[in-house]
């Protein structure tokens, strides 16, 4: 069963508790900043920036995709992920996935999980 704490959200950002330890924001403080960024300048794919700690321990992530909101499988299939910068303690990362032939949408979200 899921520890119902780590998937509260006590400072009301929208953000739950072990999504912010993954990318190393402050669970109390309503004002981080999760960076989280769509691009979307580059045809025949979709990408986002995302933020991850490098002081987690126990705790993992990926972005998935899929090409409805309102059913279907999030999948990782054929998502990359890049290191976009190193700043210290946490990384800004990319992960990107290709829009097949046929894909008239596709949507991305960041998952995270205890290991």
Same mark, same amino acid.
């Given at each position: ?7 509260? @959200? ?39 920036q ?20 309102? @059913? ?8 990359? @992920? ?5 700043h210290g @303690? ?26």
């Amino acid at each position: 069963p899921k520890d119902p704490e780590q998937w509260a @959200d006590p400072d009301g950002d929208g953000l739950a508790n072990l999504v912010e330890y993954f990318m190393g924001l402050s669970p109390v403080d309503g004002a981080s900043e999760a960076g989280m960024v769509m691009d979307v300048g580059t045809p025949g794919q979709v990408s986002m920036q995302y933020r991850r700690s490098k002081l987690i321990q126990g705790v993992a992530g990926g972005m998935k995709w899929r090409n409805s909101l309102m @059913d279907g499988e999030w999948s990782a299939d054929m998502v990359t @992920d890049e290191l976009v910068t190193d700043h210290g @303690d946490y990384e800004t990362r990319r992960a990107t996935a290709p829009v097949q032939e046929g894909e008239t949408k596709k949507f991305m979200r960041l998952e995270v999980w205890e290991e």
